[in-house]
């Protein structure tokens, strides 16, 4: 495995000011030093000027952070804590003492990271939701005996039939912008196929020729968060090469896969082809938040959860909330700590349930204040965390994707 050294200079930009600690949620939690941002990076320039040893506790430290560069945001300093924190991982994957390595590896590789699998899985799953199964394994609280499992069976919603989308969704707007080629993602494709129909539609409408690759794969984002580079840098470059290289624009309405891939030339310098296809990655509500739409009106109060790495790692707060309040009738109200995480993470609320729990318990909080019927976000991790938590404290709350709504409304418009 080819593991990356984290930059010394972009470690030694830390001057401990300690403005990040109150944005960062694991510290908010568990109130460590070693489990803030300044404290991690003073544990990872250590081990990069060998003064410290890659041990367990060093390990467990970063194993804790959710990697949802909050800091990033916060940092006068201009600290690039993700990819620090990313590079340090791919040196504990290679040669540390990861007891947790080996779990996490199975997650990834055996579930999450091959959507074909993954359809397979959600199918049992789909049977044991419908079966009655389900009833009678939460009345046994059998699952408690498995917390990581039990908070796994807990976050997955009613399993939805997913059938593919056509490969090439006409244009159907007043004027033709280009090609679009869409992301269908690995979780998004699976337990949220209403979300990928009504993204093209949207940029059918908008005046898009969407084309949706049949053979697209994982994204890598997973791996890449876990330090398994090569693994991470093999699904990249798979996935390229099942999108045509004329597109005009690559669209990801997932915050995690959009990052990851938009990041894809800082672990892959040199290759061509890799920087022209990162160039081209754009999140949904940037593409769609100077289109012509047709919208109609939706009598709804909603409010908006700042997925991590949309707002931290994308910088995108504007375009979802612009998206939004086109929407006529529709009330949107601020959410205090909109950017705070909501315990997701990728994989985290399954290895580290206390911990997401908690955070997803203080999400929850600031939800109920507002008053919204739902609360959009443009992320699938985040939209499962935040159902089950509103599911949990008996709140009616609809959980939904930014382009739900817009599509809402564009066939309000057209009646």
């Not at 694991?26 to 081990?47: C, F, H, K, Q």
């Not at 056509?166 to 690995?186: D, F, K, N, S």
Request: hydrophobic share 45%.
């Amino acid at each position: 495995m080819a593991a990356v050294t984290p930059d010394i200079d972009d470690l030694r930009l830390c001057v401990h000011c300690g403005i990040c600690l109150p944005q960062c949620p694991t510290y908010r939690v568990l109130g460590e030093e070693m489990d803030s941002p300044r404290g991690r990076l003073y544990l990872m320039r250590a081990a990069a000027e060998g003064r410290l040893g890659f041990t367990e506790t060093f390990a467990r430290h970063l194993d804790l952070c959710l990697g949802c560069r909050a800091c990033e945001t916060a940092c006068p300093a201009g600290v690039p804590f993700g990819s620090l924190l990313e590079a340090t991982r791919s040196q504990l994957a290679e040669r540390g003492p990861r007891p947790r390595a080996a779990l996490l590896c199975r997650l990834l590789r055996g579930m999450f990271t091959e959507p074909r699998r993954l359809g397979v899985m959600l199918g049992g799953l789909r049977l044991y939701q419908r079966s009655g199964l389900r009833h009678l394994v939460r009345a046994t609280r059998v699952l408690a005996l498995a917390p990581r499992l039990a908070a796994m069976e807990a976050l997955l919603p009613d399993v939805p039939s997913a059938p593919a989308l056509p490969e090439l969704i006409p244009a159907q707007g007043r004027r033709r912008l280009g090609r679009a080629g869409l992301l269908t993602g690995c979780i998004q494709r699976h337990l949220f196929p209403d979300v990928n129909r009504d993204t093209a539609r949207l940029l059918s409408l908008a005046g898009y020729d969407v084309v949706v690759p049949r053979d697209q794969g994982c994204c890598g984002a997973l791996e890449l968060h876990a330090g398994f580079l090569d693994d991470f840098r093999d699904r990249a470059r798979s996935l390229i090469a099942t999108f045509p290289v004329d597109l005009d624009v690559i669209v990801v309405n997932a915050a995690g896969c959009g990052l990851a891939m938009k990041e894809y030339g800082r672990w892959m310098p040199g290759e061509a082809v890799v920087a022209a296809f990162a160039e081209k990655i754009r999140d949904v509500t940037e593409v769609l938040v100077d289109a012509e739409l047709p919208l109609g009106p939706l009598d709804l109060t909603a409010t908006y959860h700042d997925a991590c790495h949309l707002a931290h790692g994308q910088r995108i707060r504007a375009e979802p909330r612009r998206l939004l309040g086109r929407i006529p009738d529709l009330r949107l109200v601020p959410l205090t700590e909109s950017d705070l995480c909501c315990g997701s993470a990728g994989v985290y609320n399954l290895l580290e349930p206390e911990v997401a729990d908690r955070l997803l318990s203080m999400k929850i909080d600031r939800i109920a204040e507002t008053g919204a019927a739902a609360v959009v976000t443009g992320n699938p991790g985040c939209l499962l965390q935040i159902a089950k938590g509103c599911q949990e404290r008996g709140l009616g709350i609809e959980v939904v994707h930014p382009v739900t709504l817009l599509a809402r409304a564009t066939r309000r418009a057209v009646k």
